[in-house]
């Protein structure tokens, strides 16, 4: 999940837990919500946690000297 899914995913929680007042049948649309915001919230420690590890690892380049074009 990506950090801009995860927060999609956190927001429509919030408005399933917070801003929708009806009722379905059988169906409790404050937990999914709050199941919602917590799956979202994983999501964005997880991908967050990636994307440093990606930022940590950069990739270097050496060039030798024999490799280079004479002046």
Request: proline share 3%; no cysteine; glycine share 10%.
């Amino acid at each position: 999940m990506t950090i801009g899914s995860s927060i999609f995913v956190i927001a429509v929680g919030a408005i399933l837990r917070y801003a929708i007042n009806d009722e379905i049948e059988s169906i409790n649309l404050e937990t999914i919500g709050l199941i919602l915001m917590i799956a979202g919230a994983v999501g964005l420690v997880l991908g967050l946690f990636l994307y440093s590890q990606d930022r940590r690892r950069g990739d270097v380049v050496v060039q030798r000297r024999d490799d280079l074009p004479p002046r």
